[in-house]
C-alpha cells in the first residue's frame, strides 16, 4: 500500500517509454538458503551474444542494430503475428488499456525474446512474456 501512492505519480507517458516493467519481489528466507542453481552466466552470455548476431544479421541493410530501434515499417515486417497470438495482443491492450506506444514496446520485446530462444517466428509465449513485463502498466492503470 505504501509503493502505490508513489507509483501514481509516475505518469503514464513516461511508463510508456520503459520496455520492460518488473516488479519483484524479495526472497524469502528458505529461498535464500537454497541452493537451486540458475543458468550458467556462460550460457546467459552465449544466448545473449547469438541473439545480437540475429539482430545485427536481419537489420544490416537497414542501419539498425538492435529489435529496440525498429520503426513501425520494422514491426510489420520482422514482427508478424499468427492469428492466435493477434488476439493475445489485442485482448492485452483492451483489457490492460495500453497505449500504441505499449504495443510497440511488446512487440520489440517478444521479438528479443524469440531471438534469444534461437526462434526465428514470434509465437503466444514469446508475446505472452512480453506482455507480463508491463506489470507497472498493470499496477498504475496505464
Do not use: W
Not at 14 to 22: A, W
Not at 94 to 100: E, F, I, K, M, P
Not at 125 to 132: F, N, R, T
Request: one cysteine or more.
Amino acid at each position: 500500500m505504501q509503493i502505490r501512492p508513489s507509483r501514481a505519480r509516475i505518469s503514464g507517458p513516461l511508463l510508456d517509454r520503459i520496455d520492460i516493467h518488473v516488479e519483484v519481489p524479495p526472497l524469502s528466507h528458505d529461498e535464500l538458503r537454497g541452493a537451486v542453481p540458475g543458468e550458467p552466466s556462460r550460457r546467459v552470455r552465449e544466448r545473449v551474444e547469438a541473439a545480437r548476431q540475429r539482430q545485427l544479421a536481419r537489420f544490416a541493410k537497414d542501419s539498425l542494430y538492435c529489435n529496440a530501434h525498429m520503426t513501425s515499417k520494422h514491426l510489420r515486417r520482422h514482427c508478424q503475428l499468427d492469428e492466435p497470438s493477434q488476439r493475445l495482443l489485442d485482448a492485452a491492450i483492451n483489457q490492460l488499456g495500453l497505449s500504441a506506444r505499449a504495443h510497440d514496446r511488446i512487440l520489440k520485446v517478444s521479438r528479443t525474446i524469440a531471438d534469444l530462444a534461437g526462434e526465428e517466428r514470434l509465437s503466444a509465449a514469446h508475446l505472452s512474456e512480453a506482455i507480463m513485463y508491463r506489470t507497472l502498466d498493470r499496477a498504475t492503470g496505464y
